[in-house]
Structure formats: C-alpha cells, structure tokens
C-alpha cells in the first residue's frame, strides 16, 4: 500500500506557473474563489460567507496536508504570488492507488490554458512522485469547460452516475473521469 508524506511540501513549476503552499495571507482569494456563486455553481458545498469562513477552508486544507490525506496548491503566475487558484488531490486511496484531482480558477483567468498546464503538471507528479496507478476526476456532467479540460489531459469517461448525491433539496448527477498510468 502507498504511504504519501507532503513534508517538506512540494512546490511545483510549469512553464508559466508555481504551484506553492496555500497560506491565511491568500484568505482573500480563497474567500473569493469559494464565495462566488458562479465559481461554485459545480461543486455542492456551501458557499463560505466571510472571511472566518474562508480561513477555516485553509485551515483545513492544511490539515489534510499535515496528516498527509490530501494535498492542495495555491496556483500563481511564477513572476505573482497573487492566488490564482486551486489544485490538489482529494479523496486519496493509498490502497487503490488511486487519487482525485479537482481545481478551481479565479473567472478572471478562465480560457488561459491554466487549469490544463496544471492539470498536466499534477498528472505527471501523481504517477512519479506519489507513484498512483489511476487519477480520477469527479465533475457535474453540466460543467462543460471541466470536461473539456480533462478531455484534453487524456482522461477517459468512465461513468455517469445519476442522482447519486443529494445537495440542497435535490439530487445530483455526478460524471467520473480517469487516466491510468501509462
């Protein structure tokens, strides 16, 4: 079975961006990110309401990397520490080999190639460094631009699952994307 350990914590580089440790001074990016209805409209979680609210969302992103459960990166252009994103491993299975990567993005920076040129990047550090065997993806089969993104990272279509989570007084499809490593 894998073991991950995130300590030190690995910052990451592509071409264009760093990939580094979230921290409270990125609050108020998070607090957008995380607050914005429309940033939001695909992920069934709460919107956070304050700033509070957005430092216990660091708070717990840091804890999943302390306990070495999950990992997130604050994406930033490499000559910016300006919080542009997310990115990171959630719900990981040491067991399975296996990871879910998810990612959000200020709407600002959406069609900038960003989300792939970190996607890409993520993939690549899952296989080799956190040796995975598979990384999925879980998205709302509305969240055309998400699919598009895993599409053109080579993620395969591996279920659609009807009303398999109830949020909010309703029941909601969720679309599982995979990639094996090669």
């Known amino acids: 079975m894998l073991e991950f350990n995130f300590s030190p914590f690995p910052i990451i580089e592509t071409e264009r961006l760093l990939l580094r440790r979230i921290t409270n001074d990125d609050v108020n990016e998070i607090f957008e990110l995380r607050s914005n209805p429309d940033t939001m409209k695909y992920i069934p979680r709460p919107l956070v309401k304050n700033t509070e609210d957005a430092l216990e969302h ?40 296996r990871a879910e990567i998810g990612y959000m993005l200020l709407p600002d920076f959406h069609g900038k190639g960003i989300i792939p040129e970190a996607v890409n990047r993520l993939i690549r550090y899952g296989f080799d460094d956190l040796k995975l065997h598979s990384i999925e993806a879980v998205i709302d089969p509305a969240n055309l631009a998400s699919e598009k993104v895993l599409q053109k990272c080579g993620f395969i279509k591996e279920a659609h699952l009807k009303e398999s989570e109830f949020y909010e007084g309703r029941f909601l499809d969720k679309v599982i994307y995979s990639l094996l490593d090669k």
Do not use: C, H
């Open 58 to 97: 660091i708070a717990m992103i840091e804890d999943k990397i302390v306990t070495n459960v999950g990992i997130n990166w604050g994406i930033t252009f490499k000559d910016s520490s300006k919080l542009l994103g997310i990115i990171g491993y959630y719900r990981m299975q040491p067991e399975n080999y």
